[in-house]
């Protein structure tokens, strides 16, 4: 059996990594020390590299399943021709932490609860744990109840109600599964030499206390705004996606799923993009939860050091490492035989100019929250801006990473604008008036330039890059960031070539040649279409997209325009930031629109600065 689609997965989270679970009851992903340590169970990229199966015996078998109400604990229903079963599945949190502090000390442990629904259904256990990637078997042993694995570095311990016999480094058992009983298995994670034993708390306990942990969390953060449900969800996904000790939100919680299947653009997504970074604190305000903005904004500061001179880093470690030099997983096939596998992302050696403005952006929207802001960010951002003055005249490798050669994107000069815009809107709250005067004279050029060398006449539209023909979904960010308004002439221009070129069913692709569509490109349409006064066919395309989510709801990073199929890494946190910013957008036109039929003041976000407009 191998490890079924990409989409097929479900996601669990515990503030320290991610495991993934299929519809078939198998854990084919997880590891357990942090989101980017080797796995334990990755069958995800191998069906050698380890699972974890918990399934009726038999092919007649139909599944639903859901999350429990505002939480990431994940129950899958079996229906069999003699009964139903359900699994339910989660990462355990520390007992009784609650709201903001979930995550911070989970005691790395997967709980799983068999019960019996109806009837009764032969069930089969499977545990096959594979250490480093899928290179190392465990030694298992069986005492006191116990399973223990241990090679390496690694030490894993299964405590089970179903019997299970161990053989060559698997332990496998069966059960029947009656109305009313219930099974339940533990599976705790402890590094082999710290002189610690994995924790196997009661797996009833784990799945109480994670349920209320994780709607204690949902609970402070009250979205009102519309699609409710779907930005409550994205919101808990992002929050899943954080690595607590450290506040760092990884972009994905896999490695080397392919943006094509049998295609080589596969990358390692478990580290902490700035670009992300910022994108997320945007959503994080959207979804009502600016509360740790200033802890937000000192992680960045100190992950980056002093910056006042070379190359801003845009992407780091859950820790804030700097070097995650990149190799491949020769012993792997890799997703449906999709090579390379890789571990560590050589992008962090780029130069990226478009974090610039990102970064400052971000800060901008939630400069309230920054008040009275502490000497560490207040260097960043002055830092940042300064670099903006050097760099916005020089090629880099863009926001999609090219890694052939460096150009002058024009998504780069764009978020340099940015940059120094919200600079110059600090004031002195990040520098004298010499300084905001060179940010303002840089901010003018950069704009001149933009608007002199991104449009191309016989396109009818800014492309991607400096004297260019090619065109590019990254200058839909051109009025999200307040750049030029989407209503203006060239810009509105823009979204159409973009939209009749690229677009297919609502799925945007970045380029031409790019073998899927962008979610997070998507939303920009859907955006752009709002701003520009479509807001009929806006809220059209965007609930296209939303629909277009698996079963739980989660996204990948891209899907085909011919078949739906999802791929890229999962679930891909900037997908659904993309939903989460699309749906504030919306409201705030929605409300503006409410508010000018009562002749009342309204509010309307422009960029990303919230404005009142009297009517």
Known sequence: MDSGRISEHGFLADGRSAALVDRHGSVNW???????SP?????????????????????????SRSYLDDSLVLRTVFHTGTGSVAVTDA??????????????????????????????????????????????????????????????????????DVPLACRHGDAVGR???????TLRLTLGYAPTYDGGEPALPDADRVVADAVTGWRSWADLHDYRGLYRDQVRLSAMVVQGMTYQPSGAIVAAA???????????????????????????????????CPDEADRQFSWVARAMGRIDDGRVPIMYGVEGERDLTEHSLDHLRGYADSRPVLVGNDAWT??????????????????????????????????????????????????????DAERHYLSSKVQCWTALDRAVRFGHRLGDPADVGRWTRARDEVRAAVLR?????????????????????????MPLVGFLPAAEARMR????????????????????????????????????????????????????????????????????????????NFPQAFSHIGLINAAGLLTDIAERRRDLATDRPHFVTTGTDVVATST
Not at 30 to 36: L, N, T, V
Not at 175 to 181: E, H, I, L, N
Not at 274 to 285: H, N
Not at 496 to 519: H, I, K, M, N
């Open 91 to 160: 990462l355990a949190l520390e007992p009784g932490a609650r709201g903001h502090d979930i995550g911070l000390r989970s005691p790395r442990v997967l709980a799983r609860l068999v019960e019996g629904l109806s009837g009764e259904v032969p069930v089969r256990v499977e545990f096959a744990p594979r250490f480093e990637y899928g290179r190392v078997t465990a030694y298992l042993t069986h005492a006191d109840g116990v399973i223990d694995a241990r090679a390496g570095a690694c030490r894993l311990s299964l405590r089970s």
């Open 39 to 63: 796995s334990v169970f990755g069958r995800l990229l191998d069906d050698r590299a380890g699972h974890w199966s918990i399934a009726p015996e038999g092919d007649d078998v139909r599944v």
């Open 30 to 36: 997880w590891c357990p020390a942090r989101f980017d």
């Open 453 to 477: 060398r991104g449009w191309n006449d016989r396109l009818g539209a800014y492309t991607g890059a400096f004297d260019s023909d090619r065109l590019d979904a990254s200058v839909l960010l």
């Open 175 to 181: 059960a029947t599964v009656r109305a009313g009983d």
């Open 350 to 403: 780029q130069r990226q100019n478009d974090v610039l403005g990102e970064i400052l952006d971000a800060a901008w929207l939630m400069r309230h929250y920054l008040d009275p802001m502490s000497p560490d960010v207040r260097h960043l951002l002055r830092a940042l801006a300064d670099q903006a003055v050097r760099a916005w005249h020089l090629p880099d490798s863009g926001m999609w990473e090219s890694r």
């Open 254 to 288: 896999t490695t080397s799923l392919p943006e094509q299947v049998g295609g080589d653009r596969n990358y390692d997504y478990r580290y902490v993009w700035v670009r992300d970074f910022s994108l997320t604190l945007q959503a994080l305000w959207r979804s009502a």
């Open 493 to 568: 221009s823009t979204i159409d070539v973009v939209e009749r070129r690229l677009s297919r069913d609502g799925l945007l692709r970045r380029w031409d040649g790019d073998p899927a569509g962008f979610v997070i490109c998507s939303f920009w349409l859907a955006s752009c279409l709002a701003l520009a006064g479509e807001q009929e066919r806006a809220t059209r395309l965007f609930e296209q997209l939303a629909g277009r989510v698996n079963d739980l709801g989660l996204y990948a990073e891209q899907i085909d325009q011919v078949t739906g199929e999802q791929v890229g």
